[in-house]
């Protein structure tokens, strides 16, 4: 779960550290106090786009830290996939700090990418706005609802459907290729016949280019090669006061020596293994010359050979068993198109085969998502009713688009009534806001045994709804937060009543500056704050006992 969100310099928050709570975290404060700055601060740490101005004014930088804490240990092995350093706790901190123009996201302190970040926070957290509910006027945004409320029935019969859908892109795309008149057809084989006439005619082998490289390096530093050996002979061999002659004389100097003294005749031996050595270092060097003398017809040969070799490199691949490789390719094309007819009704029939199969996949996967839309559809139904849709229907309305794609041959869309009488319609043309915000928190409810993700955020939940409804909505929240973190920032009593922590935004001017706080209330504070979201402006003694009351009932849920 998130566990502290910490704000520096971000618009009108100079510093502020938030410590959440398990269960449902609430947070309320007057209009422009700054409660969007808090979600805001929330999606920019998580990868989200900012702009310079957020940077708080005369501030050189902002900072946006969350720490999660996850004891599941299924999730924690989905982001060690991440190279997240530093696990072992189940901790996690993920840190932004914001500069003019630029930002850098650590996690764990290790540097991470926007889009990295964005999808570990996939495996964490569900932030819920207002943009989220118009997900569900997007009719493509319906079937992924059902696959994942169907999890492992659907995912089986999805992953055998695109196993064998890929196959069938293969033989297609294959067909495709070979769908060509005659004229073009000659044309490419022609053009491949010399491409392979070309690479057979050049008999490349492999290690033959790193061969020819190395020996065009040696010929090319041929004559530094041969001024540097003239030189060590002369100074080992040749030359005046060479070394061959200075350790033969030290050689029998020191043999002369041991005759009078035994215990030199070890250093002669070592003079006369350097005198030998030496010799030997000559003769290497004068067989090398000898063997290695430059030959201008042999440098042009491996010059134009080397040439031949990268030209192909460049058309035809990188190395050498590329080379050969795309020569072996070109031959089965050629060979196809030799055998056009046969090979085209060949691939007709590979196709037709496969998309027979499809068809029975295809099925598969739509009996599948059927069941588990029928399933998803009462729950949200249920749900629905326990929001104020109390003569709701809710189903899921399949069509075959009689194309297949890579996610089947389903289009789904969700269709509702909310009052007696009328016909289930499209969600699309039917919601409003408010009860696109309700619909989305049933769908929610309902895939939280689906959903792994331990905290969820929802802002704007309560957008265009008031009295019976709003508490209803409040006690979905309380329900939902049983089985994960909910974090809900709201402007309705009836729904911060139910809040197990609850925090204030407060908006302030000190000295000309101003700027604002979060903090958390005790349970008097508690009942404050819910007598003015009741009150207003004046608050009596008939609003607070209003207020405490409606505290003591939510805790009764």
């Known amino acids: 779960m998130l566990t502290n969100l910490h704000v520096k310099n971000m618009a009108l928050i100079e510093e502020a550290d938030i410590n959440f709570d398990e269960g449902l975290n609430i947070m309320t404060g007057e209009t422009g106090a700054g409660k969007s700055i808090i979600l805001g601060s929330v999606n920019i740490a998580l990868g989200g786009k900012f702009s310079a101005e957020i940077i708080r004014n005369g501030a050189d930088y902002a900072l946006a830290e969350l720490v999660f804490h996850i004891d599941d240990k299924s ?3 989905q982001l060690k996939a991440f190279e997240i350093e530093d696990l072992e706790d189940g901790d996690i901190i993920i840190s932004r700090r914001l500069m003019r123009g630029r930002s850098q996201i650590k996690v764990n302190g290790m540097n991470c990418t926007a889009s990295q970040v964005r999808s570990i926070a ?31 029935n659907v995912r089986t019969a999805a992953d055998n459907y695109k196993a064998l859908y890929k196959e069938y892109r293969d033989e297609l795309s294959l067909l495709e290729q070979m769908d060509v008149n005659d004229e073009d057809r000659q044309r490419e084989i022609s053009f491949i016949e010399f491409e392979l006439h070309e690479i057979t005619a050049a008999a490349l082998t492999e290690g033959e280019d790193e061969e020819l490289e190395t020996r065009f390096r040696r010929m090319t530093n041929s004559q530094r090669i041969m001024e540097n050996l003239s030189l060590s002979c002369q100074l080992m061999s040749d030359g005046t006061d060479n070394v061959q002659d200075m350790l033969g004389a030290a050689v029998k100097s020191v043999i002369d020596a041991s005759g009078y003294d035994e215990q030199l005749a070890p250093v002669a031996d070592i003079l006369s293994a350097a005198e030998d050595m030496v010799s030997q270092a000559c003769r290497s060097i004068s067989d090398y010359v000898s063997q290695n003398a430059f030959d201008e017809s042999e440098y042009a040969e491996v010059e134009s050979r080397l040439d031949l070799i990268n030209s192909f490199k460049l058309k035809y691949g990188k190395t050498i068993p590329d080379i050969l490789s795309y020569a072996q390719k070109r031959q089965e094309k050629l060979d196809a198109l030799y055998h056009y007819d046969e090979r085209l009704a060949e691939l007709k029939d590979n196709v037709k085969k496969k998309e027979k199969e499809l068809e029975k996949l295809a099925l598969i996967l739509t009996e599948s998502r059927k069941k588990a839309a029928e399933a998803f559809c009462r729950k949200v139904s249920e749900g629905l009713k326990q929001l104020n849709f109390l003569n709701n229907e809710f189903t899921a309305d399949f069509e075959n688009t009689g194309d297949f ?13 909310t009052n007696v009488g009328e016909p289930v319609k499209p969600l699309s043309k039917v919601a409003s806001g408010g009860e696109l915000s309700r619909i ?15 905290t969820l955020i929802f802002d704007e939940i309560d957008a265009g709804i008031s009295g019976r409804t709003a508490q209803l ?22 729904i911060a009543a139910m809040a197990d922590t609850h925090f204030v935004i407060e908006k302030s001017a000190k000295k ?7 903090r958390k209330l005790n349970e008097e504070e508690c009942i404050s704050e819910l007598a003015r979201l009741l009150g207003g402006s004046t608050i009596t003694d008939a609003v607070i006992s209003n207020a405490r009351e409606m505290k003591e009932m939510a805790g009764r849920i």
């Open 512 to 518: 000309e500056v101003t700027t604002t706080e979060i």
């Open 122 to 152: 996939a495996l964490l957290i569900d932030i819920h706005g207002q943009h989220d509910s118009q997900l569900l006027l997007k009719e493509s945004s319906h079937l992924d609802m059902i696959d994942l409320y169907g999890a492992e």
């Open 405 to 417: 794609t890579s996610n089947g041959t389903d289009s789904v869309r969700f269709m509702i009534s």
């Open 440 to 454: 989305m928190l049933a769908i929610k409810t309902v895939m939280a045994g689906k959903d792994d993700t331990q």
């Open 473 to 494: 909505v409040g006690e979905k929240l309380k329900k939902l937060s049983g089985e994960h973190q909910i974090i809900c920032i709201t402007h309705l009593p009836q």
């Open 75 to 77: 999730k924690l092995e």
